[in-house]
């Protein structure tokens, strides 16, 4: 093992520093002492090691990451595409980061101004009304989504409505939300291909039901062709349609969902707006209405007054604040960029590629792998693992392979439609070197499986950290140093 594979405690040595604490300047009088009863009763076991031992040591580790920067990343229902980094020099600018939210509106024209048009570039995107940008994430989106469908049915007096419709092949965070906010889930069948069965979908609507939630295309990245007939229905029996916002992405710049007859929806900024994903944030999931539905939205609201200031509103009908200010500010300021460097000539041709990428993929590799839904899909599209399963080599094995050659893995066992789901997106990012390298090792291991089954069933054999019992690990996780040493 390499000095610098170790662990940090591990390159621990008694008597090392990397740093000196500057002098308390401003405990006088005892006034900034810590409580004694909040002491330690014991020092902290912290390693002892040098700045340069430090450094090292996690620049070693940052290197061993993957991600966006570092190769492909054909997460599907992901979206994970380029962040621009100039969108990222934008959002640190100090102009920006040194305002605070509780300073004089007159004094942040320019905040309010790019939240502004921010949300009047997505309504035009989505074909909607209005958009609030306050919520933190895309499940966040949901829960305010599904709140401002309670508050429309609430504010008519239709309060049994309390039943929301979520497909079987629905993202999980659609059944968990609108629980949440306090929705009953009623279930509707797809049909082989993903899409609703309108058929088992009609004797579902009834006075009880808010709406249904759906994403077009739909989980398994096909275009869901009954979007008309499903909205009639819908609306005849008073609900409303709630659009899932996390595959807008092929649809950007093409199809609106406003036009497709949805009443409210959540974009995922850090997927079709190319804002920093994974690591749990920062988020961001701004919720767009239809015009019947803008007194909902939550508070605060950035408006534009005739004389061309903007001001922040606080409407009487909405439904109440659902984060701290106006949500993640650095997350909108790289959306904004993005949007004004593409431009509406520019934005159009996102959907078109990204679906010309993953059909092409697609495509390229049904010889060697079951692919159980034919056809032109949009942004992604599923395997239902090898085709030759003889060997009984399985998706996960499949996934943790293409470790091995600087590759991460699609998304597997999702959707729960297939046994052997394997979800790829390569997003309109990619270039057509990148794709050709991918289908050849998707091949390549498409072969050891025949030939060499045992390759890749113990994969990933040249990562760092090799193959791992999975079970043991979620039953016994050793979560810290002074584990490690006890079960060494």
Do not use: W
Not at 98 to 103: A, D, E, N
Not at 228 to 254: R, S, T
Not at 312 to 328: P, R
């Amino acid at each position: 093992m390499k000095y610098y594979d170790k662990l940090i405690f591990e390159l621990s040595r008694p008597g090392r520093k990397g740093y000196e604490l500057p002098a308390d300047k401003f405990n006088t009088d005892g006034l900034a002492a810590i409580p004694q009863n909040l002491l330690r009763e014991e020092k902290a076991e912290l390693p002892e090691v040098s700045e340069l031992d430090v450094v090292r040591h996690y620049t070693n580790l940052s290197n061993k990451n993957f991600g966006v920067d570092t190769g492909f990343y054909p997460l599907g229902s992901c979206t994970m595409k380029y962040n621009p980094k100039i969108n990222e020099e934008l959002c640190v600018m100090p102009e920006f980061t040194s305002l605070h939210p509780l300073q004089n509106p007159d004094t942040a024209q320019g905040a309010l101004e790019l939240y502004y048009n921010l949300q009047h570039a997505l309504a035009s995107l989505a074909g909607l009304a209005e958009f609030t940008l306050n919520p933190y994430a895309g499940a966040h989106g949901e829960l305010t989504g599904l709140m401002i469908m309670r508050s429309y049915h609430d504010a008519r007096g239709d309060k049994k409505r309390k039943k929301v419709i979520v497909p079987n092949s629905a993202h999980g965070t659609n059944p968990a939300s609108a629980m949440v906010a306090g929705l009953e889930v009623v279930e509707v069948k797809s049909k082989p291909n993903g899409s609703i069965d309108v058929e088992d979908l009609k004797p579902l609507l009834n006075d009880e039901i808010a709406g249904i939630m759906m994403t077009n295309p739909n989980t398994l990245g096909m275009f869901e062709t009954e979007i008309i007939e499903i909205a009639k229905l819908v609306h005849d029996a008073g609900g409303l349609l709630y659009y899932d916002g996390a595959n807008f992405n092929p649809l950007l710049g093409k199809v609106r969902p406003g036009d497709m007859g949805f009443d409210i929806m959540h974009i995922n900024l850090h997927k079709t707006f190319s804002t920093p994903h994974g690591g749990g944030g920062p988020g961001s999931g701004p919720v767009g209405v239809a015009a019947h539905l803008t007194q909902f939205l939550p508070n605060p609201h950035v408006k534009k007054a005739e004389n061309g200031k903007f001001y922040v509103d606080f409407g009487k009908e909405s439904l109440g604040s659902i984060s701290t200010f106006f949500g993640n500010f650095g997350v909108m300021m790289r959306a904004y960029a993005y949007i004004l460097s593409l431009g509406k000539e520019n934005i159009r041709n996102v959907g078109p590629m990204a679906t010309l990428n993953a059909n092409y993929i697609k495509e390229s590799l049904k010889d060697d792998y079951l692919l159980p839904i034919p056809g032109v899909c949009k942004h992604e599209f599923v395997f239902d693992g090898l085709k030759d399963k003889s060997t009984g080599v399985t998706t996960l094995n499949v996934a943790k392979r293409l470790l091995d050659y600087g590759f991460h893995a699609p998304t597997i066992y999702f959707p729960l439609l297939f046994h052997e789901s394997m979800m790829i997106e390569p997003t309109e990012t990619e270039s057509l070197e990148t794709l050709d390298e991918f289908i050849e090792v998707m091949h390549k291991v498409a072969k050891e499986a025949r030939e060499t089954p045992e390759d890749v069933v113990n994969a990933p054999l040249t990562t760092p950290v090799r193959k791992l019992d999975e079970t043991n690990a979620a039953k016994n996780p050793i979560l810290n140093y002074k584990a490690l040493k006890e079960n060494a």
